[in-house]
């Protein structure tokens, strides 16, 4: 007679041999549809905000971005990917600007950019609130005014007579700039005259640039440009940086990121970000939310059956499928309990 521990063992064998059939070959397929199904019925039938709280989805949203964002990984294919992005765009003329990137966003783009008439304002009256707004202009006032200088007196040189008048007016010049060195302890002489009054100036200059925004065309200029570009090959878009101009921005917009995460503001943002979320999807079933989130159950399914099989075949040739199924299984089918209700029926 079959002792009940033998008999534990061959049901054993038999069920592991079972579950290797299900999740291998062309019966996979059919598993993987059945059981999708399944879970999103269940699904169907939970509310989103009965089985997660507020505060669980704050703390495992956190922790998502700290453990992503932090990732080793991430940081060095962001200094990979750059110039392999790079090497891409440069061989690839095949496509133009315009052919990624259709025109009708770009102009609703710039549109509201020149609609945003606070925004203009806000900017403009800090920019004269700054102190080094004077500086600036008085140096390119200084710059300007000695390259116009310098520019008229070559020229005059050409003409007979006229090249030591231009000379007299331009050492004049240089020895009032002296004296003005003397007294202030630089050279903007007539930088230093155009700086005193610079921000006025550019207060008094914010209602030009104003009706300029709003009523010049800038634009039309700047779709003008855009349009320049978008019948060119992508592979002119190296031509505005270097192969180490786009790993250096990629790097840094990447620390940006990285550093931000780690401030309390940003927490904030990412609770208040679950909160909306809770707010708008809470009373959603876990299935309804699905289609918010544009899946379905066959989106599901095609995305395990692209990667599933392979990973289990592999599994399967090596003997770890096997093992991993009848570890699980063993405990059970060779429990007290199981062997006792053999050794009852036995009997």
Known sequence: MTEPREIAER??????DFIVA???GDRFAEVIARDVEAVIGVADTIIFRDVVEVDQAKETVRRIVELIGGSPVLGEMVGALAPALYDDIAANNDYTLGDVVDREPVEQLLEKIFAMHQAQERILERLTESPLVATVASKFVDKLISDFMESNRQMANKIPGLGSLVSFGTSAAKSAAKAAEKAT???????EMAGKGAQFALKRTNNAIREMLR???VHDAAMEFWDLHAGEPVSGLRDYLTQQDLKDLALII???ALTTREKEYFGVL???????FFEKYGDHTLAAILPELGLSGDDIAGEILRYGPAVVDAAKRNGVLAKLVRERLEPFFLSDQVIGVLTEATE
């Open 11 to 16: 049901l054993l064998d038999l069920q592991v």
């Open 22 to 24: 299900e999740v291998t």
């Open 185 to 191: 302890g630089d050279g903007t002489f007539l930088g």
């Open 215 to 217: 009523d010049a065309p």
């Open 254 to 256: 990447y620390r940006i």
């Open 270 to 276: 990412l609770d208040q970000g679950v909160e909306v």
